[in-house]
C-alpha cells in the first residue's frame, strides 16, 4: 500500500483507498445537508466533511464501506482533516478488501497468548490462578481480536490483548521495585480488568458499544463473570472478592467509572499502571506523524493538550 495517514503532512494531496469507519449526518448553516466521515487506513485515522451531500450519497457513503478519494490535507482548529475534492466507492476493479485498511497490534496474537500464559503460570495462588485461566480460556478467542476501547487507545484489532501483555510488563518491572506486591493479584487483576469488553464492545472494525455495553459496561460483566466462575470451579475465599475489587477500582475514581476507589495496593497498582499503558499509547499515536520540533494535534482525552516532538528525536519512517 502507499503511505499511511499518519505520515502525511499538512499541505499534501492525497490521492489513495480509505475505509470509512463512521458517518455521520448532519446539517450546515446553510440548511444543507453534510456527513462528516471517519476515514481510516493501516496506520490511522482523519476526519473528512462531504458538504451538500446528496440521498444517493448517504447511502453509498456508509461505515465499512471502501472509498477511492481526492483531497487535501489541511488543519482544522488545531487537528489535521482531509478537504474533498472528490469520492467513491470502490468496486470490484479496485482489487481492495477491508484487512488491508485496518489497524492491528504489532504483535501476533498467538505470541500474546504465549506470554499472558506465562504470567498465569508463574501465579502460585490456586485459586487466582484458576479463575484467571478459566476465564481466559473462555473468552480466548474474543480477547485476542477486540480493540481495548472505541476510541482513544489501543483502539485496533488486537489492542485489549496489547494492552494487557504491555501493563503485565510494567507490573514485572514494579514487582523488582516493591518486593511486598502480590504479583498473584497484580498479575490476575491486568489480565481480567478489561475483559469484559469483549462483551461490552462490538469487535475490531466499526468498533461501537453492544446493548450489554451500554446498560452494565465492562466492569459490571466482569465481576459478575468472576462470581461465576468462582461457583463453576467451587473456589470460595477472599481471593474472588479482592479480584472483583480490582475490576470494580480500576478507573480509580466514580467519576472516571469506577464504583470503588482501590483499595488495596494492587488495586492502586493496577489503577496507575492502566493509566501509564493508556496515555503512553495515546501519546505515541499523536507523535507518530510529528516532524521534530512540531506539536501535534490536540488529544481530547487528555485535556485537550498537544505534545511536542524534541528536535533531536527521528523523523518517522516513511511506509
Known amino acids: 500500500m502507499n503511505r499511511g495517514i499518519r505520515y502525511h503532512q499538512v499541505g499534501d494531496k492525497i490521492e489513495k483507498y480509505f475505509l470509512i469507519k463512521t458517518a455521520t449526518k448532519g446539517i450546515a448553516s446553510n440548511g444543507k445537508p453534510f456527513l462528516t466521515l471517519i476515514l481510516g487506513d493501516h496506520t490511522g485515522e482523519i476526519e473528512s466533511k462531504l458538504w451538500g451531500c446528496s440521498k444517493e450519497d448517504e447511502e453509498a457513503f456508509v461505515s465499512k464501506v ?3 478519494l481526492v483531497g487535501d490535507l489541511i488543519e482544522y482548529r488545531g487537528r489535521n482533516q482531509l478537504k474533498l475534492q472528490s469520492i467513491r466507492p470502490s468496486n470490484a476493479i479496485d482489487n481492495v478488501k477491508i484487512a488491508d485498511f485496518v489497524r492491528s497490534a504489532p504483535m501476533a496474537p498467538e505470541e500474546m497468548l504465549d506470554q499472558i500464559t506465562q504470567y498465569i503460570f508463574e501465579m502460585k495462588n490456586p485459586n487466582i490462578q484458576r479463575i484467571t485461566r478459566h476465564l481466559l480460556k473462555k473468552h480466548q478467542s474474543d480477547f485476542l481480536e477486540s480493540p481495548a476501547a472505541t476510541k482513544n487507545h489501543h483502539e485496533f484489532v488486537s489492542g485489549l490483548a496489547f494492552h494487557v501483555v504491555s501493563m503485565l510488563h510494567i507490573a514485572k518491572s514494579l514487582s523488582e521495585l516493591y518486593s511486598s506486591i502480590d504479583t498473584d493479584l497484580l498479575y490476575a487483576g491486568i489480565i481480567l480488568h478489561d475483559l469484559g469488553k469483549v462483551r461490552e464492545l462490538s469487535g475490531p472494525i466499526d468498533t461501537a458499544y453492544t446493548l450489554e455495553g451500554n446498560l452494565l459496561g465492562h466492569i459490571s460483566i466482569m465481576v459478575n463473570e468472576i462470581d461465576e466462575a468462582a461457583k463453576e470451579l467451587n ?5 474472588v472478592l479482592i479480584l472483583q475489587h480490582l475490576v470494580l477500582s480500576h478507573h480509580g475514581k466514580g467519576e472516571w467509572g469506577s464504583p470503588k476507589a482501590p483499595l488495596v495496593k494492587e488495586a492502586e ?3 496507575l499502571i492502566d493509566n501509564i499503558d493508556a496515555k503512553m499509547n495515546m501519546m ?8 521534530p520540533g512540531e506539536f501535534s494535534e490536540r ?3 487528555m485535556d485537550q493538550r498537544s505534545f511536542y516532538k524534541p528536535t533531536f528525536h527521528e523523523p518517522p519512517l516513511d511506509l
Open 66 to 68: 471502501i472509498v477511492h
Open 235 to 239: 473456589i470460595e475465599g477472599e481471593e
Open 269 to 271: 497498582l493496577l489503577h
Open 284 to 291: 505515541d499515536r499523536a507523535l507518530e506523524r510529528v516532524q
Open 299 to 301: 488529544v481530547m482525552a
